[in-house]
């Protein structure tokens, strides 16, 4: 099994509306928990970090499941430019493990 | 906040060439560094980190060497490049107290 997983899409959404993704990780000692954008052939930049309780930035919300092990990316009103991939990571001591990636695309 | 210098920016190699990937860190003392590679259509996989000078953790049995000869250099080599060593490089910090990591423009390489 791997350590961090997600579903790769793509997710093809129109303008304006909400979609959500979810990543599982494997290890329940995993210590804290990020979402990365990537645009094609460019770095990962950091999108939030995911707290124990929920938080949300704009029109983004993360949510922790510590219990069934899974985090998840709410973006409501989708834009044109949220078209990327979301990478999950999953901190473990001093190492961060990234899942594949799920692909939006968002479409006029 | 602290930037990542990567270098080069592309490259196309022959097999068995060796190859020398650099990144140097600004605006952190003792960060902890991360080399990472993402092949085509794949994942970010880590391949080395660093959390002090001359200390490497390698993750995944490889061609591949790390190196850290200062706080803020981080070196990816490999004396015989193959085919399967193409993809995309990373170089990633973070400081000791500091949770999140953070990214280089990263290299791609080539190999033919």
């Given at each position: 099994r791997k350590e961090v997983e997600q579903d790769p899409g793509p997710f093809n959404v129109p303008e304006g509306a909400t979609v959500a993704f979810n990543c599982t990780y494997s290890n329940s000692a995993s210590q804290s928990f990020f979402w990365y954008r990537q645009d094609?052939?460019?770095e990962p930049k950091l999108l939030m970090s995911v707290y124990s309780s929920g938080n949300e930035d704009g029109r983004f919300t993360a949510q922790l499941n510590?219990?069934?092990q899974y985090i998840s990316l709410l973006i409501r009103d989708s834009?044109?430019?949220?078209?990327?991939?979301?990478?999950?990571?999953?901190?473990?001591?001093d190492k961060l493990i990234f899942g594949?990636?799920?692909r939006l695309q968002v479409f006029p | 906040s602290q930037t990542i210098?990567?270098?080069p920016a592309t490259l196309v190699q022959p097999v068995g060439s060796p190859l020398s990937l650099e990144c140097t860190v600004e605006g952190t003392s003792n960060?902890?560094?991360?080399?990472?590679?993402q092949a085509a259509g794949r994942g970010l996989q880590l391949l080395?980190?660093?959390v002090g000078i001359g200390q490497i953790s390698s993750e995944v049995p490889q061609n591949l060497s790390a190196s850290r000869p200062q706080d803020r250099q981080f070196i990816l080599s490999s004396k015989k490049l193959l085919l399967s060593d193409s993809g995309f490089y990373l170089c990633a910090c973070s400081n000791t107290s500091?949770?999140?990591?953070?990214f280089g423009e990263g290299s791609w390489l080539t190999v033919v």
């Open positions: 094609c052939r460019k510590r219990a069934s834009k044109l430019s949220d078209s990327a991939t979301y990478l999950c990571a999953v901190k473990e001591w594949t990636g799920t | 210098h990567q270098w960060p902890n560094l991360y080399w990472y590679r080395f980190y660093s500091g949770n999140t990591i953070y």
